[in-house]
């Protein structure tokens, strides 16, 4: 003898979401105004303030600044100004000293004329090949120079970043502490049928 039965179950799925809407927030220093709505942050420098001049600053001349890191020249109106003022005085100097030089053993009549030839001559050359070597130390010293600017720049564009995260940071925690948050919840209830059967 046999029989059979059915049974009747049912599952619950059930959802929640939350959205959270943020305050309208501004919050301000001297140097940069953060504004914090639904959609996000934006933070501006204070016109005329001292970050926002720097930015700009930092941002016209960051690249003269690698250009001379990466690629030292000579040429540059700095390095040439240098290069002028140390020939003209190594010039002006060894040419009055020679000069006292070749007059005095000229009056005792210890020098021909060749021989001064020969004296100038020679320090024209060396004073040629002095100026090569100051050349090449401003080259030397402009990538130094041009590295220490680099990292001074840096630390101080930093700074200026540091403001801006940091104000931020601020409107946000302000703007959430003033936030709404709503919630939906909604149900799904599936029912399913079980079949079994028995025997005797």
């Known amino acids: 003898m046999g029989g059979?039965?059915?049974a009747s179950l049912s599952k619950t799925n059930t959802n929640s979401t939350t959205k959270r809407k943020y305050s309208n927030t501004s919050t301000t220093n001297p140097y940069v105004t953060s504004r914090t709505t639904n959609k996000g942050t934006v933070t501006n420098f204070a016109q005329g303030s001292g970050a926002d001049t720097f930015n700009q600053f930092y941002n016209s001349y960051i690249g003269?600044?690698?250009n001379d890191l990466v690629n030292p020249s000579i040429n540059s109106t700095r390095n040439q100004a240098l290069v002028n003022s140390y020939a003209n005085n190594l010039n002006k100097l060894s040419n009055y000293n020679l000069e006292?030089?070749?007059?005095?053993?000229?009056?005792r009549g210890l020098i021909r004329s060749s021989v001064a030839n020969d004296m100038y001559n020679k320090m024209n050359k060396e004073n040629a090949n002095n100026i090569a070597d100051y050349q090449a130390s401003i080259i030397g010293n402009n990538q130094n120079d041009a590295t220490n600017l680099f990292n001074t720049l840096m630390n101080a564009y930093l700074q200026n970043w540091n403001i801006?995260?940091?104000?931020?940071a601020q409107s946000l925690q302000t703007s959430t502490g003033n936030s709404t948050q709503t919630g939906n919840t909604s149900s799904t209830t599936k029912s399913f049928s079980a079949q079994g059967s028995y025997g005797g």
Do not use: D
Not at 100 to 107: P, Q, R, V, Y
């Open 4 to 6: 059979g039965g059915s």
């Open 100 to 107: 006292n030089t070749i007059n005095n053993l000229s009056n």
């Open 164 to 168: 801006i995260n940091g104000n931020q």
């Open 64 to 66: 003269n600044v690698l």
